[in-house]
């Protein structure tokens, strides 16, 4: 049990010290929403875009690049996998350098891959080798994000900082469903994908004019200080990693599969397949709106009522979706869509508040650190978890390539993280 309730204010050299703090004014800490974290949540939104360009897509690429259910899930293992393993390596190295170098830079190359996969991609292995970069090429986008926050906030604002720029990826992923259900019954996956990928260099061009006088260097480390004592042997840090890892088993194979998902409850309801993939992925960019509400209004609920109130909270109910939503398949559409706006509030809710709570927990030297094993094992459970959710697809609906009817089984396996989650906290 983590055995913490409220957002600690630090002394001075301990875990969650703010070592410069300042805003672009010389003012201080920040402490309320401002234009500076404006313009960083506005460049998540745009990079956020990519993130569910496949996912919106899947209905329609598995008859197209005559994909089974695992390959479709591996292409979005594939990008998952190729995010945790940039994740540690950026993280890492945002302890060494300024994380605004290694943010700035990611979000660049982020840009110039999601175009090269909009372009190029045009069956499975294309897809699978082009995605998968552009999961490498994001690595650097978040957890410096994140890092660049705990920078410049006081541990009491903290978490509404950060639920902010959480807040703003589920905008990016709603937008990029809303834009990918107009595109697709209209010009088909080209149009879709090139109208989603071209975010990523639209949220650099935002991040350099925002960040252009902000100075965030690297936190530096002290003599004797060791990764082993520092993460490995902070058993409060490892609970919230573990945690992490388990919350995203349930979150990411959710999001890979929720707009196939929706558009099989459209298509058994009698709709087209054009018609119920763009349906489909229009739906669930509700969801994700969801999601930006929760992260907002549960990181800052975390900074007063505690963090292991509200994770624990949003973990348990998320689990019980888990365990319910696939079986809603057949159900009225209004009943299936109930289900999942609360799937999707409680899944993400806890997101921001583990990430303000490991801000709070570990030296600012080793916190890249300690975010990139997260990343590792956290994106690498999301990794697996798509992949995994289309195989037990493929052999609950035999015979049925692209065509399911049978949901819950594949999504009560993303409950089984769920409940491991609740056990940490």
Avoid at 190 to 204: D, E, M, Q, R, V
Avoid at 349 to 368: F, N, Q, R
Wanted: overall charge positive.
């Amino acid at each position: 049990m983590l055995g913490f309730d409220r957002a600690p204010v630090r002394p001075p050299g301990g875990p969650g010290e703010l070592l410069r703090g300042e805003s672009a004014m010389g003012e201080g800490p920040r402490t309320r929403f401002d234009l500076w974290l404006a313009g960083i949540c506005a460049s998540r939104v745009f990079n956020g875009l990519v993130f569910m360009s496949y996912a919106a897509a899947i209905p329609l690429l598995q008859r197209e690049w005559n994909m089974s259910g695992a390959q479709a899930g591996a292409i979005s293992s594939g990008f998952q996998l190729g995010y945790a393993v940039s994740l540690v390596a950026c993280s890492s190295l945002a302890d060494r350098v300024s994380p605004k170098k290694v943010y700035l830079w990611s979000l660049f190359l982020a840009g110039v891959a999601a175009l090269a996969f909009a372009l190029l991609a045009g069956d499975f292995l294309s897809g699978l080798v082009l995605y998968t970069v552009v999961g490498l090429a994001l690595g650097g986008t978040y957890t410096t994000g994140v890092m660049i926050i705990a920078d410049q906030y006081s541990p009491s604002s903290r978490g509404m900082a950060v639920g902010c720029f959480i807040a703003s990826t589920s905008c990016g992923y709603a937008l990029s469903l809303l834009l990918s259900g107009l595109a697709l019954p209209s010009g088909g996956y080209k149009l879709s994908f090139l109208l989603t990928c071209s975010g990523p260099l639209a949220g650099w061009a935002l991040a350099f004019l925002t960040l252009r006088s902000t100075r965030v260097d690297g936190a530096g480390r002290q003599e004797g200080e060791r990764f082993t004592r520092e993460v490995l042997r902070n058993r409060r840090a490892m609970l919230l990693i573990w945690g992490y890892t388990f919350h995203n088993w349930e979150l990411q194979g959710m999001w890979a599969w929720t707009p196939a998902f929706l558009a099989a409850c459209l298509a058994a309801a009698g709709a087209a397949q054009l018609q119920a993939a763009g349906s489909g992925a229009q739906m669930t960019s509700l969801f994700h709106l969801m999601g930006l509400v929760s992260s907002f209004s549960m990181g800052a609920l975390s900074d007063r009522m505690g963090r292991r109130t509200v994770m624990l909270a949003m973990a348990g109910l998320s689990t019980v979706c888990s365990f319910l939503f696939g079986w809603s398949i057949g159900l009225p559409l209004a009943v299936v869509l109930g289900l999942g706006g609360i799937y999707a509030f409680s899944s993400l809710g806890d997101s921001p508040v583990l990430s303000a709570a490991l801000t709070e927990s570990v030296k600012p030297s080793y916190l890249g650190s300690a975010l990139g094993l997260r990343s590792l094992m956290g994106f690498g459970a999301g990794a697996v978890a798509p992949l995994v959710f289309g195989a037990i697809l493929d052999w609950t609906n035999p015979g049925t390539k692209g065509s399911y009817e049978t949901w819950g089984w594949a999504f009560s396996a993303l409950g089984l993280g769920g409940v491991a989650a609740v056990w940490t906290i």
